[in-house]
């Protein structure tokens, strides 16, 4: 017969899983939809390679040319033009937009495929869950503690006090870069920040608000800012995580929105990087900052 708090410990795990669960299926939805919103973009590609062979008989400068579609016989393309460019740059920057678009497909396509599999591996764990098995109970909450699912109880003499500042570190260029560490202190990080500074946020996930403490940081400093961006959030997991990049002047905060949600104006930039545990723990250890 089992005692109370192994009984405890079943209910706890059961409800870790049924919460892990939701929290999957909430990822997936939004992943889902990130797809559905991406727009066709094949047909900047089409127009890139119709420039590049039509370039020798394209005569001057123009602000738009059309040109046969090589998918549709009989067809004609109309092409935009940046007249302050050569027909080979235009067809140049079509090109780079195309892969810039197939990037941000093919990451969240990647992220949706993974999240999908860690769903069937959760359902399979929670099919095969024997509440009555001691030993299983003791297995799969560690399991879930190690995954952040559930968390460990600590006595109250031994809590240590919640640190009055967000994360801090320093990059390369010894740019200081703070990273809320929960919604309180994202609203207060973010909405204290100079309005010329750079802040980050992981796209279609949740995470940290990111301030980084420069008017005009290096591309260098931009990527480990967008790789920390990315190691604290929901997609530390995947292998790509494409991070959203703004001044913090183009960030509103609605009137009685929750806790840690803010809007932005204008366009955002967008950096796609490896959540890679190595670089912040070399950026931590050079201020001697703990990334957890």
């Known amino acids: ?17 049924d919460r892990q669960l939701y929290r999957t299926r909430k990822q997936i939805d939004a992943l889902k939809r990130a797809i559905d919103r991406v727009e066709d973009f094949s047909d900047l590609q089409v127009k890139g390679t119709l420039l590049k062979t039509y370039a020798s008989q394209i005569d001057g400068h123009h602000n738009y040319v059309e040109l046969p579609d090589y998918r549709q016989p009989g067809q004609q393309l109309t092409i935009q033009l940046d007249v302050s460019k050569s027909i080979m740059a235009n067809a140049e920057e079509y090109f780079h937009q195309y892969r810039k678009h197939k990037r941000g497909l093919d990451t969240v396509e990647a992220n949706l495929a993974q999240a999908q599999k860690t769903l069937t591996q959760q359902l399979a764990r929670q099919t095969n869950f024997n509440p009555l098995d001691v030993s299983q109970v003791t297995k799969v909450k560690q399991q879930l ?18 640190p009055a500042h967000p994360r801090r570190f320093y990059t390369t260029d010894h740019v200081l870069v703070e990273i809320g560490k929960n919604s309180d202190q994202n609203d207060h990080l973010t909405l204290t920040a100079r309005k010329d500074y750079y802040w980050m946020h992981v796209s279609e996930l949740a995470g940290s608000h990111v301030v980084i403490h420069s008017n005009h940081p290096s591309q260098q400093t931009l990527q480990e800012a967008a790789v920390l961006t990315a190691y604290y959030s929901k997609g530390r997991k995947y292998p790509r995580v494409p991070v959203d990049v ?16 803010v809007t932005f104006s204008g366009k955002a930039a967008t950096i796609t990087v490896r959540p890679d545990v190595e670089l912040v723990r070399q950026l931590r250890e050079e201020e001697n900052h703990d990334p957890h």
Request: proline residues 6%; aromatic residues 0%.
């Open 246 to 261: 703004l001044k913090v002047s183009q960030l509103h905060k609605p009137k009685g929105a929750k806790s840690g949600l």
């Open 145 to 162: 503690i190690a995954e952040g699912a559930l968390k460990t109880k600590v006595l109250h003499s031994s809590k240590l006090p919640e």
């Open 1 to 17: 017969m089992s005692t109370p708090t192994e009984l405890d410990d079943a209910t706890l795990v059961s409800q870790a899983i």
